[in-house]
C-alpha cells in the first residue's frame, strides 16, 4: 500500500492540480446529473478511483451548485492476487471514512481461455458494473490512460472506432450508463489531488509486470516517446477525439445505409447488402454487430463474412461465428444471434413444477381452463421436456393430418439455428406440445375442463464467462 503526505509550502500548479479535479468533476456532471441521481463509483483502491470517490465525496457534502446525488461505490474483487482480501478491506475502510455505502462483488475469473486473463477480468468486471443499481457508473481513467489505450489500439491494427480510444460517456446493453469524469485529467494532476488531502491507496502488484502489453506501453514505450515529443499523451488524447468526431460519421452512414437495405422484418436484405461497396458493407456489418452487443470483429473476420455473403444465394444457409455468437444469413436475410447457453440433451422430467429451466430460457407451466394441454391425458404418464431428436411427427391443426415436425417447422420459418433449441414436450412417447408451433390436437384441452398452458420465455441474453458474481 502506498500514500503521500501533505508537503508544506507546496508550489502554484500543486495547488492547481487540487482544485482541478473537484471543478472539472463539477462542470462534468452539471451536464449530466439531475437532482437525486444514484452515482456509483468503480472502486479499485487504487490512486485513481480512490481521487475520483474522494472528490466525488466532497462535491455531496457541499451540495454543488444547489444539487444533490446519492453516491455509492462498487468494488470488484477478482481473486487473482494474494492481496486480493486486503484490497477489498482497504475500500471498505475508506468507504465508511467517506461515509458511501460500499458494495463488493467476488468474481471468478477463467484461467485458461481464448480473450486472455485481463479480457477475462474486464468483461466480468463490466458485467459487476451493467447490474449496479444506480443511474450513472463513474471510472476514473484519465488523459494518460486514453494516450495508452490509442496507442496499444493502433498497434494492434484498430480501426477508427478501436482508435477513438475510450468514450467519456456512453451507455451499457444494460444497467447505468458509464461516465470517465476525469479523461481530461492528467495521471500527475490526479496524484497530487491526492498528495494534497493526504490520501492512501493500494497498488496493485501486476501493474509492474510488463508482461503485460499495456504496462510495457505505460512504463517502457510512452517515456520513451514523451523523450522526444514531450507532449504525446495530450497528442494522443487528441488524436482520440479526432477519430471520435469521424467515428460517428460512419455511424450516421451506416444508419443511413441501414434505412436503405433493411426489409420489413428490419432485418438486412442480403441482395441489398451485397450491393453496397465493399468499404460500406464492412461499415455497416461493424454497426450490426455493435448494436448486438458483439465485439469489434478484426479486418480478417469483415472480409471473410463480406466473401461468404456475397457468395450465397436467396434460398442457401450460411453461418459464420464470432466470439460473441453468430451471423447467419438465411431466406435472403442477415440474422446475428448471440452466444447461449446450450440446451438439456437429457430429458428434463415434470413433476407438477410451475416453471421447467431450458438452458438460457424456461417453460412457464400455467394452468388454465380450456387451453392447453388437457391435464387428464397427462395424469399418470411420465411427462418430461426433450430436445428435438429428428423424425418426431406433431398435428398442431385439427383441419389437417399430422406432419413431420421438418415440414411444420419450414412451413413456419423457423431457422435451423434455432430448431434444435425448441423445447418438446412428451407424454410417455407421443409428443404433446412444441415450443413455437403449439398442442397436438390429440392432447387439445376441451372447453370446461383443466388444462396445463406451456408458455416459452425464451432469452436473448447472452451467456455469462464463468459462474455470477457474488456479494459480501
Avoid at 12 to 35: G, H, Y
Amino acid at each position: 500500500m502506498a500514500g503521500s503526505k501533505n508537503r508544506h509550502g507546496a508550489d502554484f500548479n500543486e495547488a492547481r492540480s487540487a482544485e482541478l479535479i473537484p471543478q472539472t468533476l463539477a462542470a462534468f456532471l452539471e451536464a449530466r446529473l439531475l437532482p437525486g441521481a444514484r452515482l456509483c463509483v468503480g472502486l479499485s483502491g487504487g490512486l485513481d478511483s480512490v481521487v475520483l470517490l474522494h472528490a466525488l465525496a466532497g462535491l455531496r457534502r457541499a451540495g454543488h451548485a444547489g444539487y444533490t446525488f446519492d453516491l455509492a461505490a462498487v468494488h470488484v474483487h477478482h481473486g487473482l492476487s494474494a492481496n486480493a482480501d486486503a484490497w477489498a478491506v482497504f475500500c471498505a475502510d475508506f468507504c465508511e471514512r467517506l461515509g458511501v455505502p460500499l458494495t463488493v462483488l467476488r468474481v471468478e475469473v477463467p484461467r485458461a481461455g481464448g480473450e486472455g486473463l485481463e479480457a477475462a477480468a474486464r468483461h466480468l468486471r463490466h458485467a459487476v458494473f451493467a447490474g449496479c443499481a444506480a443511474d450513472w457508473l463513474a471510472l476514473a481513467h484519465h488523459r494518460d490512460d486514453q494516450a495508452e489505450t490509442v496507442l496499444f489500439r493502433l498497434l494492434r491494427g484498430a480501426g477508427v472506432a478501436g482508435a477513438a480510444g475510450m468514450p467519456a460517456e456512453r451507455s451499457q446493453l444494460a444497467g447505468p450508463r458509464l461516465i470517465r469524469p476525469l479523461l481530461e485529467v492528467a495521471r500527475w494532476q490526479i496524484a497530487r489531488y491526492a498528495e494534497a488531502h493526504s490520501l492512501a491507496w493500494i497498488e496493485d502488484e501486476s501493474n509492474a509486470d510488463c508482461r503485460y502489453r499495456r504496462n510495457h506501453l505505460r512504463r517502457h514505450v510512452l517515456p520513451r516517446i514523451a523523450e522526444h515529443f514531450p507532449d504525446a499523451t495530450q497528442a494522443l488524447a487528441r488524436a482520440a477525439r479526432h477519430f471520435s468526431e469521424a467515428a460517428e460519421l460512419l455511424e450516421d452512414l451506416a444508419r443511413a445505409d441501414r434505412a436503405a437495405v433493411a426489409g420489413a422484418s428490419g432485418r438486412l436484405e442480403l441482395t441489398c447488402f451485397n450491393a453496397l461497396s465493399p468499404p460500406r458493407a464492412r461499415n455497416l456489418l461493424r454497426f450490426e454487430l455493435r448494436a448486438a452487443g458483439f465485439r469489434a470483429p478484426d479486418a480478417r473476420w469483415l472480409d471473410e463474412a463480406l466473401r461468404q455473403l456475397a457468395t450465397v444465394g436467396a434460398h442457401s444457409l450460411m453461418c459464420v461465428a464470432t466470439p460473441d455468437g453468430e451471423l447467419h444469413a438465411y431466406r435472403g436475410e442477415l440474422h446475428l444471434v448471440v452466444r447461449r447457453l446450450p440446451v438439456p440433451q437429457l430429458a428434463v422430467p415434470w413433476h407438477d413444477e410451475a416453471v421447467l429451466p431450458w438452458g438460457a430460457d424456461r417453460l412457464l407451466m400455467l394452468r388454465r381452463s380450456g387451453a392447453g394441454i388437457s391435464s387428464r391425458l397427462l395424469a399418470g404418464a411420465g411427462v418430461c421436456l426433450r430436445a428435438r431428436q429428428g423424425g418426431e411427427r406433431l398435428q398442431p391443426d385439427p383441419r389437417r393430418p399430422g406432419r413431420s415436425l421438418r415440414n411444420l417447422l419450414q412451413e413456419a420459418a423457423v431457422p435451423p439455428w434455432e430448431r434444435a433449441r425448441l423445447p418438446l414436450l412428451w407424454c410417455g412417447e407421443r409428443l404433446a406440445w412444441v415450443g413455437g408451433l403449439g398442442v397436438d390436437v390429440a392432447f387439445a384441452c376441451p372447453p370446461g375442463e383443466e388444462g396445463l398452458l406451456p408458455v416459452w420465455q425464451k432469452s436473448d441474453a447472452r451467456s455469462a464467462v464463468g459462474p455470477p458474481p457474488t456479494a459480501t
